[in-house]
């Protein structure tokens, strides 16, 4: 059981570059979500998604954008890369949004703009 | 405007002596918090929770208390071991407006424990 699986770990994108972060899970959970965390930074949520076909942006989606064809992936696309998204982005999942549902999250990508 | 503030950046705990961790909120609309545990390189993990209507909760080594009228909840971990040093994120949950649940991290504390 494998969990939260995240690729690639580590990425380094030059200002205007394009590219996509995978998530995938493989415990048939519904809810998917995607963070980021900034140096001395609490977790941001960027986009989420409560099931296949939908999702929603969370508190920093701008510069960002997601799909979730299946229930086991959720990718996170970077379109026109800025330093600014230069952070660890983390993708998460849990069964359902019950309160005592909690997150289950990946390794996390690091992702450097230069 | 840091709804959940974690104030002490770092603390440092010789081997079996007892770790607290603090953490205050600001909205009473939190009802629902809980601790992850992180290691370097890795993803978050969850550790402990507690409903906003109980004052404690406790497994094992670790245990939560929550006092509600001061916005302050407490991470207590006894005894405290050397594989316990990590970064403990505070979080607070409430429903939004669309009836899903929020959740809103702290800044963490990267806990140290020396043997």
């Known amino acids: 059981n494998a969990g939260v699986t995240q690729t690639p770990k580590f990425r380094i994108l030059k200002i205007g570059q394009s590219m996509t972060l995978q998530c995938a899970q493989d415990?048939?959970?519904?809810?998917m979500y995607w963070y980021r965390q900034d140096p001395g930074m609490g977790l941001k949520l960027i986009y989420y998604s409560v099931g296949a076909g939908i999702t929603d942006k969370g508190e920093v989606p701008n510069g960002y954008n997601v799909s979730r064809s299946t229930t086991e992936d959720f990718p996170l696309r970077l379109e026109l890369a800025a330093p600014s998204q230069t952070s660890v982005y983390f993708c998460?999942?849990?069964?359902?949004?019950?309160?005592?549902?909690?997150?289950?999250f990946g390794n996390g990508t690091r992702l450097t703009v230069t | 405007d840091q709804q959940v503030k974690q104030n002490s950046p770092s603390l440092s705990v010789q081997e079996g002596r007892i770790s607290i961790l603090n953490c205050d909120y600001t909205n009473s609309m939190f009802d629902y918090f809980l601790w992850y545990k992180k290691y370097p390189a890795e993803g978050p993990t969850f550790l402990i929770s507690?409903?906003?209507i109980k004052d404690k909760n406790e497994d094992g080594r670790f245990t939560v208390f929550l006092n509600k009228s001061a916005k302050h909840l407490s991470l207590h971990i006894v005894p405290s071991q050397p594989g316990d040093s990590a970064v403990y994120f505070c979080a607070a949950s409430s429903l939004n407006a669309g009836n899903n649940r929020k959740l809103i991290w702290g800044l963490g504390t990267s806990l140290a424990v020396n043997p």
């Open positions: 998460a999942s849990r069964r359902d949004s019950s309160y005592n549902s909690p997150l289950h």
């Open positions: 415990m048939n959970h519904n809810y």
């Open positions: 507690i409903s906003s």
